[in-house]
C-alpha cells in the first residue's frame, strides 16, 4: 500500500498523464475545488481545496489528500477520524477548474459534524 496505515478498503492508485494533470487550472491561491461522490449511492459527500501536491497525493495513494486553508497545511480525509476516503474514479471538468472524486466512504462519513454528507441541511426546510 501507498500510504502509511492498513486500509479495510483496498486503494486504487490512478496514473494521470503529464497532459491530464496540465490541463487542471488553478485559481489564484494555486486551489481547485474538489467535489467527493459516493461510489455506491451517488451522494455529494463534500467539497474541499486540493493543490497539484494533493492531488498529485490522491491519485497516487488512492486515497482523498486536501489542503486545509483555514491550517494552511496538508490533511488526508480521516487519519485523525478515521472516516477515510477510498478513490475509485478521479475526473476534472471541461473547463479543468473542478475536480470530481468517486469514493468508498469508510466510517460514519464526510462530514465533520458526523453526517455522512456535508450538505445534510436543505434550503426550504425549518428542519435541521
Known sequence: MNDQTTPSIDTTPIAPTADQLAAV?????????????????????????MNAETLAMSLDQGRTVFWSRSRQEVWRKGDTSGDRQFIRQAFYDC????LLFIVDQEGKGACHTGEYSCFYRPFGSSDE
Open 25 to 49: 487550472r488553478y485559481n489564484e491561491d494555486g486551489l481547485v475545488p474538489a467535489i467527493v461522490q459516493d461510489v455506491g449511492t451517488g451522494d455529494v459527500l463534500m467539497m474541499a481545496w
Open 95 to 98: 473547463d479543468g477548474d473542478t
